[in-house]
């Protein structure tokens, strides 16, 4: 079964969790938008969506429409750093004006395909995060 992955971050910390997608009524909402988050474990907790990645990896954009892949020519921002990577001397990286790049993105909707969901607490539960959400316990190494 497909998974959503929610990475819930506050200003001090964050944390992951991961729920069936036929359990999660999220399929259809827009970066910017809220739900709350009762199926999640985080009773009184409501979340604002900031973006996102797809099962391959490819980010979402707040600007483009809809569930879709498309490619652009990227200057800057979410997708694309604008820096050139791999110089020959070794010199203080300075990136480059006029750097452009055509790179697949995803729209704003969130969909089947989405994997990760990256969200802020825009109203904060009776409970912190950390114990509402406590991290996972760390397994032995193999010896």
Known sequence: ??????AISDKKESRQVEKDQ??????????GETFTADFLGLEGYVLKITGGSDKDGIP?????????????????????????????????????????????????????DTMQVNCTIAQAGPKP?????????????KK
């Open 1 to 6: 079964m497909p998974v959503f992955r929610f």
């Open 22 to 31: 036929t359990v999660c009524p999220i399929i259809g909402k827009k970066i």
């Open 60 to 112: 979402m954009r707040p600007d483009i429409d809809g569930a879709v892949k498309k490619s652009l020519i990227l200057t800057k921002g979410i997708g694309f750093s604008g820096k050139l990577r791999g110089r020959k001397k070794k010199r203080k990286a300075k990136p480059r004006e006029g750097i452009r790049k055509m790179k697949l993105v995803r729209g704003n909707t969130i969909s089947a």
């Open 129 to 141: 995060l950390a114990e509402a959400l406590p991290k996972a316990a760390k397994t032995e190494e």
